[in-house]
């Protein structure tokens, strides 16, 4: 799949990124094959280390704010 992708344009490439990194980071835990995985992806999609760290922090942030609002709502 990852050869499919590379025809993408940069954005496209980066949301599929980004989309792969919530569905495993949704339960907040990576394992080492979780990382393995998401190494090999943003590598294959040429996603460079500033921008994969940006897309990683800001799924951590989303994350990090549905929480906030869970425990708000639930308190």
Excluded: M, N, P, W
């Amino acid at each position: 799949e990852l050869d499919i992708l590379s025809g993408s344009s940069a954005k496209d490439r980066k949301i599929v990124y980004f989309e792969l990194f919530g569905v495993a980071y949704a339960d907040t835990e990576f394992d080492d094959s979780e990382k393995a995985v998401l190494d090999e992806v943003s590598s294959g999609l040429g996603i460079t280390g500033d921008d994969r760290e940006v897309l990683e922090q800001s799924v951590k942030t989303i994350y990090h704010t549905y929480r906030k609002i869970g425990e708000v709502l639930e308190g």
